[in-house]
């Protein structure tokens, strides 16, 4: 039975060649990376702390805020005690971090620069500027064994002050000499310093903390795939990340993420801006839509943390109340949230803690599309994310579900303007089926959640399969999150084309 429950006139209720054409969707039941959440940097104009403004942290962050962000970076600034580069230090972003860990969220920090009297140039500054000689700067080899003790005053630090960090990173775009804070790796620096100085890091007093790899403008697997090769650099590393500057995800981070992903590493994209160059405006909601895209692009290939740039500035969540380029900017009212934070609330509130299912229409390369889709499932929750930036598409979009279902809820996103954003409204569906026909305007952002009728033959069921048949040789493989494996090793959930499952462990 296929349920409509996008509105239909009488005439297509009574001569099916009046009812408008439908574009189909099919929803797979196989299954791929978990979504650990969305979040944003704890920066205030250029790399300054809030301090003890907590205006966009109280707008943005947890389950019960409006957009539901649960990560926040913060900068590891070059200080050894946290109290004496002014507002430029460990303290600076303390408030913040204390409110995301009170409302569950997840806290990581990430170095710009170590101290300078550890690197090339002896500065903090990255060496790219003639007042500063043009020097790279570097961490100096003999330095190395330094590098991770660093990192642990710091989590004493905050651990000291009431704030239990969940993971580090090893350093901010090191792929990028700038003139600002900064500190350049190659690929082989970081291989070297994770592989010889890594276990260094004191996981055991700081509750598990988990290692980020270096974070590179450009999410290449130049910078990804050493770490993952050498076993000693992959059992250290728990998080691999970069940004996406110059780099589409579909061309770039989706290749980067393989061997993560098969390693079981979670891919974190850390920092991008989308739209920050605009000058004295908000984004138009077609840059909306396209913020939109790279989200949903980030989940198809293989990201598990989406961290944006900054928490606050007239192209990001919440505006600042300032004039841009000496003109005031209509809307950028201070910790007024704006409508991209409410494109991002489509995500981090309905996505984070899913796991993503595959579609028959998953875009496999960063060529610009009028309309993406991508699919989760979370509980008793199958979500089916739509975004359509054409100006005139067919409204009809016929869902083919992998799972019955029996209710469900439409958010719907269509401009700028408050009443535009995340309208919510009820998919009527009168009897259990796996086939519903919703509507998708044009220029939308839609969130689609139904209720599955019978949840225990959803993703549990790759895990509760008791009987096992080994009569065909094609069998899949996933890990015990319920992501999929190209080469599985250690214990996995082994799956025969029959659909019985087992748990093995697998040896290479």
Request: net charge negative.
């Amino acid at each position: 039975m296929i349920v409509f429950a996008a509105t239909i006139g009488s005439q297509a209720d009574s001569d099916p060649k009046f009812a408008p054409p439908v574009t189909k969707l099919t929803v797979n039941s196989t299954t791929r990376q978990k979504i650990t959440g969305f979040g944003g940097a704890c920066c205030d104009g250029a790399m300054k702390p809030f301090g003890t403004d907590n205006g966009p942290i109280g707008k943005l962050y947890g389950a019960k805020s409006k957009i539901g962000l649960n990560i926040l970076r913060m900068e590891i600034s070059p200080s050894f005690t946290g109290d004496n580069w002014g507002d430029y230090d460990w303290n600076g972003s303390l408030p913040s971090a204390k409110i995301v860990k009170q409302r569950g969220g997840i806290v990581f920090g990430t170095p710009w620069s170590p101290p300078g009297e550890y690197k090339t140039n002896g500065t903090a500054q990255g060496g790219n500027a003639e007042d500063q000689g043009y020097q790279h700067g570097k961490l100096r080899e003999d330095c190395y064994d330094k590098f991770f003790p660093w990192l642990n005053t710091f989590l004493k630090w905050m651990k000291d002050h009431g704030v239990v960090m969940d993971a580090v990173s090893i350093q901010n775009e090191p792929d990028w000499w700038v003139s600002y804070s900064g500190c350049l790796y190659d690929p082989e620096d970081l291989v070297n310093l994770v592989k010889n100085y890594a276990y260094m890091l004191d996981r055991e007093t700081y509750s598990g903390v988990k290692l980020i790899s270096g974070e590179p403008l450009g999410f290449t697997r130049n910078y990804t795939d050493p770490l993952m090769q050498d076993p000693t650099c992959r059992e250290q590393i728990d998080i691999v990340a970069g940004h996406l500057y110059g780099h589409a995800p579909l061309d770039y981070m989706k290749y980067a993420a393989e061997l993560p992903t098969q390693y079981g590493k979670e891919v974190w994209m850390t920092e991008h801006s989308s739209t920050d160059n605009i000058g004295p405006r908000l984004p138009t909601w077609h840059e909306n839509l396209l913020f939109a895209e790279e989200l949903n692009e980030c989940m198809l290939a293989g990201c598990t943390g989406y961290i944006y740039w900054y928490l606050r500035a007239h192209w990001a969540f919440c505006g600042t109340g300032q004039p841009v380029d000496g003109q005031t900017v209509p809307g950028n009212d201070k910790d007024v949230l704006l409508p991209r934070a409410f494109v991002m609330s489509h995500f981090s509130k309905y996505v984070t803690g899913s796991t993503r299912l595959t579609t028959d229409r998953d875009m496999t390369s960063g060529s610009e599309a009028d309309k993406e889709y991508s699919a989760y499932i979370k509980g008793d929750s199958l979500i089916v994310m739509a975004i359509d930036t054409t100006a005139s598409t067919n409204p009809n979009l016929k869902l083919v579900l992998p799972y019955n279902v029996k209710s469900g809820t439409h958010i719907l996103s269509t401009g700028n303007e408050t009443s535009q954003l995340c309208q919510k409204s009820d998919i009527t569906i009168e009897e259990s089926t796996n086939e519903v026909i919703v509507n998708k305007p044009a220029r939308s952002l839609n969130t689609y959640i139904f209720i599955i009728d019978n949840p225990s033959t959803a993703i549990q069921e790759i895990e509760t399969q008791e009987e096992y048949y080994d009569d065909d040789d094609a069998k899949t493989y996933y890990d015990l999150q319920g992501r999929r494996l190209e080469n599985p090793h250690g214990l996995c959930i082994e799956r025969s084309a029959n659909g019985k499952s087992r748990k093995i462990i697998v040896e290479r």
